[in-house]
């Protein structure tokens, strides 16, 4: 088993940035890959970005893209997720997200182990 704790939410002005945090704790010896996912009022979850086990592959949605960044300490078990340049749409809740594997996925169903989420809210 794993626990994900995802921390850095918050509010913020459009145009601003924010860094998510995921901590992992529990079976942490494994090799996971992770993932970033966001649900926003009235709509089903969707992908943010996710990263391989070493760091070495990541990938991102397009409405993302060139303005998140996800990356990973293993060495601390936690997942970032850099996000700048920030719209009101980009508001959600974000939750973090394990694979028991080292390649990434991008569906919610190739996860294994889900964070409560964190609020992300950008105001106009």
């Known amino acids: 088993q794993v626990q994900l704790v995802e921390s850095g939410g918050g509010l913020v002005q459009a145009g601003g940035s924010l860094r998510l945090s995921c901590g992992a704790s529990g079976r942490t010896s494994s090799r996971y890959a992770m993932g970033w996912f966001r649900q926003a009022p009235g709509k089903e979850r969707e992908f943010v970005a996710a990263?391989?086990?070493?760091?070495?592959?990541?990938y991102y949605a397009d409405s993302v893209k060139g303005r998140f960044t996800i990356s990973r300490d293993n060495a601390k078990n936690t997942v970032y997720l850099q996000m700048n340049s920030l719209k009101p749409e980009d508001t959600a809740v974000y939750y973090c997200?394990?694979?028991?594997?080292?390649?990434?996925?991008?569906?919610?169903?190739?996860?294994?182990?889900w964070g409560q989420g964190t609020q992300v809210t950008v105001s106009s």
């Open positions: 997200a394990a694979r028991g594997v080292i390649r990434p996925g991008t569906r919610e169903y190739e996860y294994d182990y």
């Open positions: 990263i391989s086990w070493s760091g070495g592959s990541t």
